[in-house]
């Protein structure tokens, strides 16, 4: 299959786009948060292709991406009056909401689950391909399964070249950790997958919220929001997250490097912007500065991409502070290395 990049002015192939998604086909198109693999939401064959294109297991459901409120009588039973409040401050942007669904949603988005997660993304070319195609928008994130997600569409293409009909190139992505996924089905909210929406800011709106975060799903167990059960991600190379005081950090990473050295491998580091000229790693990547974690958010997909291209072997990981934003980033890190972290 040849793919073909659209340019963000080029209206004729936003239409050529919006078409292949109501006939079917996939389409990667940016939002605010990362990248989507889109598809028709109500076409189960073309939603079928998302799964094989990615290699995504078929138990994880999906995001349902609108770009209107009117067609939510269709998709779920109900709206409850926290999700309308929630949908009047913080949609169009980084939030997924999970309703109970009607039958109209076809059972492969939702892995079979009696509740559907729906958002509506805050970027203009999203919204504008949405409504060309007149249809839902069934979208993971636009990568290969396990991968770390797409924040340009060059990392789209370095993924899924030859799975895709087309790729929307609007840009890096703003946001650039996944949206938060919230359960409103209850009398109070909880939060399957922190994001960029924070629970401070939720709670701001309809009080209490609570947390069901999980490093990783058993198997047997079905996961009731995307990014809760399989390896995300990562990175090829495996990955430790140091934590602790910023000095004792470095010192540990420094002597775990020589160590990873001696045994020749080629080591990655993960910095913060106020230490990379401390460590003696082959490859020192900045992730941002400590004062700004909105560009911590940003800048971490493609700095994990980074360790891809420069084939490290072994890679080493700074934390992060856990308030605002810092809890999507430490939940990103926390998968990607798969649970492994070392204190100290």
């Known amino acids: 299959m040849e793919t073909f ?12 786009a919006a078409a292949a998604l109501r006939d079917g086909k996939l389409v990667a198109f940016p939002t605010e948060t990362v990248y989507g693999l889109g598809a028709n939401a109500l076409d189960t064959n073309a939603v079928k292709s998302i799964y094989e294109a990615k290699g995504r297991p078929s138990d994880n459901p999906l995001i349902v991406h609108i770009s209107h409120t009117r067609i939510l009588e269709k998709l779920v039973l109900e709206v409850p009056e926290k999700a309308k409040k929630l949908m009047d401050f913080f949609w169009p942007g980084p939030l997924t909401l999970i309703m109970k669904r009607t039958d109209f949603v076809p059972d492969i988005i939702t892995a079979g689950l009696d509740t559907v997660a729906i958002r509506m993304p805050d970027n203009a070319l999203a919204l504008k391909l949405i409504d060309k195609a007149g249809v839902p928008v069934a979208a993971p994130s636009a ?24 790729i929307i190139d609007g840009g890096p992505c703003n946001v650039g950790v996944e949206s ?19 629970r401070e800011m939720l709670e701001k709106i309809v009080g209490k919220v609570e947390s069901d975060l999980v490093i990783k799903i058993e198997d047997g167990q079905k996961p009731r929001s995307p990014g809760m059960k399989y390896r995300h991600y990562s990175p090829r190379a495996e990955m430790y997250l140091v934590s602790g005081e910023s000095d004792k950090v470095v010192i ?10 001696e045994k020749g491998l080629k080591v990655g580091v993960l910095s913060t912007e106020e230490n990379m000229h401390r460590y003696i790693a082959d490859i020192i990547i900045s992730v941002g500065s400590v004062d700004t974690p909105e560009d911590i958010a ?6 994990l991409r980074k360790f891809d291209e420069n084939n490290v072997d072994i890679i080493y990981s700074e934390t992060i502070s856990e308030e605002g934003i810092g809890k999507a980033v430490m939940n990103r ?11 100290v």
Do not use: Q
């Not at 938060?180 to 924070?198: A, F, H, S």
């Not at 940003?298 to 700095?303: E, I, K, T, V, Y």
């Open 180 to 198: 938060t996924v919230l359960d409103v089905t209850g009398e109070i909210p909880v939060i399957l997958r922190p994001g960029g929406v924070t």
């Open 333 to 343: 890190l926390m998968k990607a290395s798969s649970g492994k972290i070392i204190k």
């Open 298 to 303: 940003a800048n971490l997909f493609d700095s």
């Open 252 to 261: 540990e990473i420094n002597e775990l490097t020589e160590k990873s050295k």
């Open 5 to 16: 990049i659209i340019k963000a002015d080029d209206e004729e192939g936003l239409d050529r």
């Open 143 to 166: 990568n290969l399964s396990g991968h770390p997600s797409p924040t340009t569409a060059k990392h789209v293409e370095d993924d899924l070249k030859g799975r895709v009909e087309y």
